[in-house]
């Protein structure tokens, strides 16, 4: 699945590139809401507006801010048993489980206490240390910012 690049997320951060595999064997609804608000270019200029080391960074708010979303409507969860792990992307969401819209977060470290909870979409396959990079803070004093998300199938 590693090239298979309608499933490949291209993000770029500040800091270099990030390459992220999707994973619509998970979560079919969510890839899709993904790769549409990619493909819209929504996701350009957003910033990381919570980084707490050794567990996650969070973004995917046009507001900066943690409380804002897409237009679209909110997502039906698709939970699975796949873990939170290191470089595992998942959909942030409020306390209804079918909240999630379009802030995703970056799992730094294992956090197996989401598993079964949030609906993970995709895993960072090259670039982490990029996602290491982002500033840290709740929100940082000065968020990193994705400069462009794309499809690998796009970007050709």
């Known amino acids: 699945m590693a090239d298979d690049a309608e499933n490949t997320l291209l993000m770029q951060l500040e ?4 390459t992220i595999r999707l994973r619509p064997d998970l979560a079919p609804g969510h890839v899709e809401r993904i790769k549409a608000l990619a493909r819209e270019g929504f996701y350009d200029g957003v910033v990381f507006h919570r980084v707490i080391p ?3 960074a969070q973004g995917g708010d046009p507001t900066g801010r943690g ?3 897409s237009d679209k409507p909110n997502l039906k969860a698709e939970f699975s048993r796949q ?6 992307c998942s959909m942030a969401r409020t306390n ?3 909240s999630a819209n379009s802030q995703f977060f970056i799992c730094f470290d294992d956090a197996n206490f989401l598993d079964g909870q949030y609906t993970v979409w995709g895993e960072v396959v090259d670039g982490m240390e990029h996602v290491d990079a982002l500033p840290k803070g709740e929100p940082p004093r000065a ?5 462009s998300m794309r499809l690998a199938s796009d970007a050709a």
Not at 83 to 88: E, F, L, M, N, S
């Open 54 to 56: 050794g567990f996650m």
């Open 15 to 18: 800091s270099g590139p990030v």
């Open 67 to 69: 409380t804002g979303g």
């Open 143 to 147: 968020p990193g910012k994705i400069i």
């Open 83 to 88: 873990p939170h792990v290191r470089g595992v």
């Open 96 to 98: 209804d489980p079918n």
